[in-house]
């Protein structure tokens, strides 16, 4: 992510700024021993991929002042940690023209802080059962010096921005879910019952990684049988019995852009009738739901239809006799935003516009039949309608068991 692509971001979001207003964003922290992985925000506004940074845009005058708060290198640590990036490669790389050290930052706040009327900030999600989130305890010295500065959640104020996708943003998300896409068939293609769904998630990221992909975008779901009407299985530790069907909802992360990819396919080669009856409800609520996307449409009228259209075939081949039932084997949302988070920003009431990404993953869960089914794709809104990102993955029952058939004959 080069400064051609953070530069215009930075300038929109220095329009929405109010005079007297600053923004402060906070890299994710080092990592240790683990893989870094970057705040969304801070990355979306600086493109970069450095630990323990900050940036500041402050609003007093026709343009808004920016810094960059860096790491300094410590060549005795350079065997252990590699060399940190230095303030020209940070300058170069985001278009930031004051990119200075992290000691340097309570000096350089303390210099705009009196005339600062709010501050907004990736403070993250906070519950006053927790404790401080590590970006609100860095901004602590602030609130206590300065408690007329309003501290607000970044949320808002970007949330419109990152929720239409620029062309660039739509060509990472594409590669996610085509990455995504390849390894879901090489599973489809290479498992066999008696398998692990722990192995089939190892099949996954195998193919994922050689092309690439360095990170889940959530924690994978491979569920089989009873474990697919376990709506957030994550343990992924069950043998795969015959007869059974294996659900995986799955994304890879590509700079950033997470995929979200449900499929549901019969590990003995061929569906059951009762499987195949309760799959054909979910594909075809989901075709319809798809259809109806374009903008103007509210997130909260694909969740109403989804529910009732569900609720119909349920209704049609007796699994309940009242529509009011439909809780009972479907109770998640049919839609959320997609991006560089995998449940994005937007919201859940939005209005769709062209550039929103959304998934359509309706669902019916029957425990008591150790049956789970979902399909899930990933939508771009388009000024005239949809197009599904992930229309190339497999989902119709004959292609489903035509794979699973030809697999299984090797
Ligand atoms: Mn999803």
């Not at 993250?124 to 500065?149: A, K, V, W």
């Not at 089939?200 to 474990?227: C, D, T």
């Not at 794709?377 to 068991?401: A, F, H, M, R, W």
């Amino acid at each position: 992510m080069t400064a051609e692509i953070t530069v215009p971001r930075r300038e929109k979001l220095a329009a929405a700024l109010a005079d007297k207003e600053a923004i402060i964003l906070f890299a994710a922290g080092e990592a240790n021993l683990e893989k870094f992985k970057q705040d969304n925000n801070f990355l979306y506004v600086t493109g970069l991929q450095i630990p323990e940074a900050i940036y500041v845009m402050y609003n007093n005058g026709p343009i808004p002042a920016e810094y960059l708060f860096i790491q300094r290198n410590d060549p005795a640590k350079e065997v252990w940690d590699g060399r940190k990036m230095s303030a020209e490669e940070a300058k170069e790389l985001s278009g930031i023209d004051h990119v200075v050290y992290l000691d340097e930052f309570s000096a350089v706040i303390s210099m705009f802080c009196p005339a600062i009327s709010k501050i907004w900030a990736n403070i993250g999600s906070q519950s006053m059962d927790r404790p401080l989130t590590m970006q609100l305890y860095r901004l602590s010295p602030i609130r206590e010096r300065f408690p007329n500065i309003v501290i607000e959640s970044i949320t808002s104020l970007i949330t419109p921005l990152r929720k239409i996708k620029s062309e660039w943003e739509l060509m990472q998300l594409q590669r996610a879910i085509d990455i995504t896409g390849k390894a879901v068939i090489d599973v489809m293609e290479g498992s066999i019952s008696s398998m692990m769904e722990y192995e089939l998630e190892a099949m996954m990221f195998y193919r994922m990684q050689r092309m690439g992909v360095k990170q889940w975008g959530f924690s994978p779901i491979v569920g089989s049988g009873i474990n697919a009407a376990t709506l957030h299985y994550k343990a992924n530790e069950c043998r795969i019995e015959s007869g059974e069907v294996v659900l995986m909802d799955v994304g890879a992360s590509y700079m950033n852009y997470s995929a979200d990819i449900t499929r549901c396919f019969p590990i003995s080669g061929s569906f059951s009738e009762r499987q195949k009856q309760i799959y054909s409800i979910v594909l075809d609520v989901q075709k319809q739901v798809i259809e109806m996307i374009k903008p103007g449409v509210e997130l909260g009228d694909l969740n109403r239809s989804a529910r009732d259209l569900l609720a119909n075939g349920m209704l049609e081949i007796g699994l309940i006799d009242d529509v009011e039932d439909v809780n009972k084997y479907y109770m998640h949302s049919v839609s959320h935003f997609l991006g560089m988070d995998t449940h994005d920003v937007g919201g859940r009431s939005a209005i769709l516009e062209a550039g929103n990404v959304i998934t359509v993953e309706p669902g019916i869960y029957i425990p008591e039949e150790k049956l789970g089914i979902r399909i899930e794709d990933d939508v771009l809104v388009t000024s005239t309608g949809y197009c599904v990102l992930s229309q190339n993955i497999p989902k119709e029952i004959e292609e489903l068991e035509e794979i699973r058939k030809a697999a299984l004959s090797k």
